[in-house]
């Protein structure tokens, strides 16, 4: 059971009730008018009738304010739903034929399975790495589709520990209907308990560090602000002015979210930052999966200091707000960038 169980097992019996008693009405009246009124001679005409101002006023505004109603509490519903809180707790979300993938950002990952303390707002951050899976919780009530190439999100309470189903939602291929998995809902101290026995890893964002360094970001992303990349630290959640290269088209500025940081990886010429050349970085579409993807992310994530001075809490471990000095890997490529044209 989640936060949304109630309200929308309640606003279900609500429409349930309405459509029920409305065709009841017209049922019960169809009947009993056919009855009372149907012709009984051959030449009997019905007396005419010119309007009447109480019925038509009435039959206009009782279901007008039902309708409206119903539409009010349905979209109040919607919006509670789709925008998840800003203190949740954080999970990743991959679907592929045929899994679901999930990752904590102390670094747990699970297939087909995923732990979550009861009475704590959690919000999935999910994509594809092939075609749109659907992630269905049905006790919880909610669902959302999970798109290639884009993040989609889902937020939730659970208020009572349990096991409960997951399911694929949307036909993806041969095995569609066995990609189902189980939701746990533990108390608080319980999945305390169950994340220790597990991160060996560590967390996402150490996870992305060694990415970072392994991937060669680090070269060129320096942290002193003079590499010929833009420095990464504070960028996520910052808002970025669009109009470097010869990429403007579209909005001029951009919040640099997951989304957007995803997209500066696989296609770098895409919203190029202003005052900065675009074709330097080269794509990393082919290169990284999905899940190492959401583990850079995390790391930038980490470099930047959540509102309030406090480091985002997608952190995870290892970084604590120490902007890391970079190993430099490659050659010192400073002065490629932002020189005077070359002359021979
Ligand atoms: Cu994945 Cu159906």
């Known amino acids: 059971m989640s936060n949304f169980t109630a309200s929308y097992n309640l606003f279900f019996w609500i429409m349930a009730a309405v459509c029920g008693f409305v065709a009841a009405g017209i049922a019960f009246f169809l009947i009993l008018f056919a009855a009372r009124y149907h012709r009984r001679r051959e030449s009997e005409l019905p007396p005419q009738i010119q309007g009447n101002a109480i019925a038509e006023s009435l039959w206009i505004g009782i279901p007008f304010v039902l309708f409206m109603g119903m539409f009010a509490y349905g979209a109040k519903l919607y919006f509670d739903m789709r925008l998840p809180p800003a203190d949740a707790m954080e999970i990743y979300v991959v679907g592929k034929q045929w899994m679901w993938k999930t990752q904590h950002p102390e670094g747990e990952r699970e297939i087909n399975e995923l732990h979550i303390p009861v009475g704590r707002r959690v919000k999935l951050t999910m994509t594809s790495e092939d075609v749109i899976h659907s992630f269905f919780i049905p006790d919880f009530r909610v669902k959302q589709d999970v798109l290639p190439n884009r993040y ?47 991160a060996a890893e560590g967390g996402m964002a150490s996870t992305g560090e060694k990415l970072f360094h392994q991937f060669q970001c680090a070269n060129c992303h ?30 001029t500025t951009v919040v640099a979210d997951e989304s957007y940081i995803r997209e500066k990886i696989l296609n770098p010429r895409a919203k190029v930052v202003q005052g900065w050349k675009e074709g330097y970085m080269p794509s990393f579409q082919g290169q990284i999966d999905e899940e ?53």
């Open 222 to 251: 320096h942290f002193d602000g003079r590499g010929p990349c833009p420095d990464l630290q504070g960028l996520y959640g910052s808002t970025v002015q669009i109009g470097g290269g010869t990429s403007v088209s579209g909005p």
């Open 152 to 198: 989609t999100t889902l937020w939730f309470q659970a208020t009572k520990p349990g096991k409960y189903h997951l399911f694929c939602a949307e036909y993806c291929g041969a095995k569609h209907s066995g990609m189902i998995g189980w939701i746990y809902a533990m108390e608080p101290h319980e999945y305390q308990a169950w994340l220790e026995q597990g």
């Open 292 to 344: 190492q993807i959401l583990d850079l992310i995390a790391y930038i994530r980490a470099l930047s200091p959540a509102p309030g001075g406090a480091i985002a809490s997608g952190s995870g471990g290892a970084l604590q707000g120490a902007a890391p000095q970079p190993t430099i890997i490659g050659p010192e490529a400073t002065s490629i960038h932002n020189t005077a044209p070359y002359r021979p």
